[in-house]
């Protein structure tokens, strides 16, 4: 929550280029706002990959047929997320947003008739053999930091996103930061819940939400209905990459660091070959993993490091005024 209440700000001082990038140009210099930038590229290419990859994990949960046609969903749906996003970001989002609300309805629906169940109503997959002594350790732990990290990258694209806002972009992008910390803090601890309470582990052929929605809905109707549900919010979750990046980019083109190209806006207006040149990262990356979620996760740590690295150039920088204060605290959450 503070991280949320950190970028709140860093959108009310800077709403017209936001982000860790911004902050770090006006407090710490052009180096490191560009290890900001690059960091923040390399996480939102991730996110793309992630989200079309858990996508079609979700997919082939519901239907065992597209287990082993993963990478061929997720090039589907990354050709449907650039010829969307080429249109512009705001029929992008009209285009997305009813999925999200039935996504949010449906996850915490399976919270709420999780809960009222005793035990669970039906077990999908297949038992899988873990040891448990061979996971833990530092790896572990990493891994773990990088799955958190990978929740981050919807806060920063608001605060990088903030031009894309109709007027008053300030305000409307400081509500949409706080909807977006309350319905992820509600919907993790209502599922992070019934994980413990049914001791929930990794099972062949499914997702763990799956498991929860099986629990909870059983294998009807419902069961699979959430699933696509799941797999297009997860479009939407590599959509939001497609409304970051973009403009992150034109940042720096702006400032003359990258070709002017990814500046231009055209008369829709959406940055074209930002939206192009994110696809093509994208693609190679999936290809590069075949669409492994597991292997694609970790690499998140990577950006995040990065971003840690400016916060620590930050502490040994020159004394901030009050302004500075603010913007630096921003910037390190």
Request: with cysteine; charged share 15%; hydrophobic share 55%.
């Amino acid at each position: 929550m503070e991280g949320l209440a950190a970028y709140g700000q860093v959108i009310a001082v800077h709403p017209d280029d936001g982000g860790a990038y911004a902050v770090a140009k006006a407090d710490l210099g052009a180096v490191t706002s560009l290890l900001a930038a690059a960091s923040l590229v390399v996480d939102y290419v991730l996110t793309v990959a992630v989200s079309l990859a858990a996508g079609a994990d979700a997919l082939a949960s519901a239907f065992s047929g597209f287990a082993d046609h993963k990478l061929a969903v997720c090039v589907a749906g990354l050709a449907l997320l650039t010829a969307v996003n080429l249109r512009g970001v705001t029929e992008s989002a009209r285009a997305l947003m009813l999925p999200t609300v039935l996504f949010v309805v449906a996850v915490l629906g399976v919270v709420a008739a999780g809960l009222l169940r005793s035990h669970p109503a039906a077990v999908v997959g297949t038992a899988q053999h873990l040891d448990v002594g061979q996971g833990l350790g530092v790896l572990l732990i990493l891994k773990a930091f990088s799955s958190g990290c990978s929740a981050l990258t919807g806060v920063e694209a608001i605060a990088n996103a903030v031009p894309s806002f109709r007027t008053p972009r300030v305000q409307r992008a400081q509500r949409t930061e706080l909807m977006l910390g309350a319905l992820l803090g509600l919907m993790l601890v209502g599922l992070a819940v019934l994980i413990r309470r049914d001791h929930v582990a990794p099972r062949g052929g499914v997702t763990v939400l799956a498991q929860l929605t099986a629990g909870a809905y059983g294998t009807g109707w419902a069961y699979y209905a959430t699933n696509l549900l799941v797999t297009l919010v997860l479009l939407l979750a590599a959509n939001t990459s497609f409304g970051g990046l973009p403009v992150l980019m034109s940042l720096p083109a702006r400032d003359h660091w990258l070709p002017h190209l990814f500046g231009l806006r055209a008369e829709r207006p959406v940055y074209r070959y930002g939206v192009v040149a994110l696809a093509l990262l994208a693609a190679l990356l999936l290809v590069a993993v075949d669409a492994d979620t597991h292997r694609l996760i970790p690499l998140f740590a990577a950006p995040c490091l990065g971003e840690l690295g400016v916060g620590v150039h930050a502490g040994h920088g020159r004394r901030l005024t009050p302004r500075r204060s603010l913007k630096r605290r921003a910037q390190l959450a």
